[in-house]
């Protein structure tokens, strides 16, 4: 079956401008995760979809980030204005149940100028 | 505070010896606990995991130990191939839905 999919793999935007990372699940996975990854630490849960409804936002900077996953499937995550500090790597990943063991995708990589 | 910690960022290691990752945690609630790994531009892996009414788990050449009382796991991998080489995350995870907190990794160099 196919792996996740995340795009695009790799942005450069300059600070203050929005940015958006875009994550297909694997077929059939109804939990969809988005991960912060920061140089030399591991993932860090941002935001946690059960189908269409976010089950675990509390560690999403809300005054800057957002998503969504419209109809269960596809999401999409954004920063809105990017700041330095969001360099990173932006994983997301997917199971079949919330308690599934979790696929992840090769993450995007966000540099901010 | 860091609740999962992994405080050897790097391990080298001979090929065919043996390797061995260590991860300790906080927080006893975790009941759950897994590694991942990863290799450079792509995301990280399910390699093994153990629940906590275990205190080993093994697949093949790798092999995971729980130490409740001590709070401490360990990855062994017998013996050790230099595709083997990538970064290693330890994570835990508390109930049903399986929220996973993760170390910050160590990064293992298996030398042919």
């Known amino acids: 079956e196919a792996g996740v999919v995340q795009s695009p793999r790799y942005k450069i935007i300059e600070k203050k401008q929005p940015v958006a990372f875009w994550c297909n699940p694997i077929?059939?996975?109804?939990?969809l995760y988005w991960y912060l990854q920061n140089l030399g630490q591991g993932p860090e849960l941002l935001i946690r979809?059960?189908?269409?409804?976010?089950?675990?936002d509390s560690q999403l900077p809300k005054d800057r980030f957002s998503a969504e996953r419209l109809k269960g499937v596809d999401s999409t995550l954004k920063i809105q204005p990017a700041e330095l500090g969001d360099s990173a790597v932006y994983l997301c990943?997917?199971?079949?149940?919330?308690?599934?063991?979790?696929?992840f995708g090769p993450g995007t990589r966000l540099t901010v100028l | 505070d860091q609740q999962v910690k992994q405080n050897s960022p790097s391990l080298s290691v001979q090929e065919g010896r043996i390797s061995i990752l260590n991860c300790d945690y906080t927080?006893?609630?975790?009941?759950?606990f897994l590694w991942y790994k990863k290799y450079p531009a792509e995301g990280p892996t399910f390699l093994i995991s153990?629940?906590?009414?275990?205190d080993k788990n093994e697949d093949g050449r790798f092999t995971v130990f729980l130490n409740k009382s001590a709070k401490h796991l360990s990855l062994h991998i017998v013996p050790s191939q230099p595709g083997d080489s990538a970064v290693y995350f330890c994570?835990?995870?508390?109930?049903?839905?399986?929220?996973?907190?993760f170390g910050s990794g160590t990064q293992l160099t298996v030398l042919p």
């Open positions: 990943a997917s199971s079949r149940t919330l308690a599934g063991e979790q696929f």
């Open positions: 077929s059939g996975h109804n939990t």
């Open positions: 979809y059960e189908n269409e409804e976010a089950v675990d």
């Open positions: 927080n006893s609630m975790f009941d759950y």
């Open positions: 153990i629940s906590s009414i275990k």
């Open positions: 994570a835990a995870g508390t109930g049903s839905a399986r929220q996973l907190t």
